[in-house]
């Protein structure tokens, strides 16, 4: 399986991923596991929470809604589940 994901930190910075292990995924995030460059969320650190999660059959299902999430509409849609 493959997940298509948006995570917070504290200071309401957003980012919109996709990863096969969304479990090992969200440890690299937090720092919990070494990340192998440094990363947005490396700059922009903070403890990040799982606020949305699909799953996926494929990795290009994944990506393509990844895509469509990190859009203008994806991103509204996105802070629509912070604000509600």
């Known amino acids: 399986m493959f997940y298509t994901y948006a995570i917070k930190n504290q200071d309401n910075k957003i980012y919109i991923g996709q990863a096969a292990d969304l479990e090992v995924r969200l440890q690299r995030h937090n720092k919990l596991l070494k990340n192998k460059s440094t990363s947005f969320t490396s700059k922009n650190s903070g403890n990040w929470e799982l606020i949305y999660e699909e799953e996926f059959e494929t ?15 994806g991103r509204e849609f996105i802070r629509s589940l912070i604000t509600n």
């Open 59 to 73: 990795r290009s299902e994944a990506m393509k809604r990844e895509k469509e999430l990190k859009s203008f509409r």
